[in-house]
T-cell receptor, first 112, second 114 residues
Framework: LAKTTQPISMDSYEGQEVNITCSHN???????ITWYQQFPSQGPRFIIQ???TKVTNEVASLFIPADRKSSTLSLPRVSLSDTAVYYC?????????????FGSGTRLSIRP | KAGVTQTPRYLIKTRGQQVTLSCSPI?????VSWYQQTPGQGLQFLFE???????NKGNFPGRFSGRQFSNSRSEMNVSTLELGDSALYLC?????????????FGPGTRLTVL
């Protein structure tokens, strides 16, 4: 059961790079790592997904070390609109429902 | 392309009643999942449907049920409502099956049980 652990909250300033780390010590061979962003009163929005090494898209990068026991979501040059809750999920498409755990997420606050 | 739509957006019910929530997925998406979100418990998975079949189910009592129609639209039903069922109910659709395919969430239905 790949439980994830993230910081409860983080603060940063506009223009800074923000790195949010997620620990998943029991990650299984077939598991992928997925990050979602959620604004108040809205559904979560997919940010990025990866299996190993580094994945980059237009909004973020995901760094996964060789042992895959942790991952880091990197948001370059954040703005006020990046203030949200960020969730790390670990699992694969064959996971049973009980393994789907969003957890508490990380509440990111960006200041001017 | 239209996003995931959920109806109604807000609902107020009393204890003991039942409620049906509706979700229309993105066109072409065959997988629909439901989640409950509360301040205390966070975001919890309810169930997933793919091609009209329930593929996965979370740890919720039998009062929570759902179904999916041939056009991929889905409904979830909660019977004998309790105060603790007050929550934001989110629906998500994805192109493929499996809860780790990219999911697109709707705006949710906010249910208040009095």
């Amino acid at each position: 059961l790949a439980k994830t652990t993230q910081p409860i909250s983080m603060d940063s300033y506009e223009g800074q790079e923000v790195n949010i780390t997620c620990s998943h010590n029991n990650i299984a061979t077939n598991d992928y790592i997925t990050w979602y962003q959620q604004f108040p009163s809205q559904g979560p929005r997919f940010i990025i997904q990866g299996y190993k090494t580094k994945v980059t898209n237009e909004v973020a990068s995901l760094f996964i070390p060789a042992d895959r026991k942790s991952s880091t979501l990197s948001l370059p040059r954040v703005s006020l609109s990046d203030t949200a809750v960020y969730y790390c999920l670990v699992g694969d498409s064959l996971s049973s429902a009980s393994k789907i755990i969003f957890g508490s997420g990380t509440r990111l606050s960006i200041r001017p | 392309k239209a996003g995931v739509t959920q109806t109604p957006r807000y609902l107020i019910k009393t204890r003991g009643q039942q409620v049906t929530l509706s979700c229309s997925p993105i066109s072409g998406h065959r997988s629909v999942s439901w989640y409950q979100q509360t301040p205390g418990q966070g975001l919890q998975f309810l169930f997933e449907y793919f091609s009209e079949t329930q593929r996965n189910k979370g740890n919720f009592p039998g009062r929570f049920s759902g179904r999916q129609f041939s056009n991929s639209r889905s409904e979830m039903n909660v019977s004998t409502l309790e105060l603790g069922d007050s929550a934001l109910y989110l629906c998500a659709s994805s192109l493929g099956q499996g809860l780790y395919s990219e999911q697109f969430f709707g705006p949710g239905t906010r249910l208040t049980v009095l």
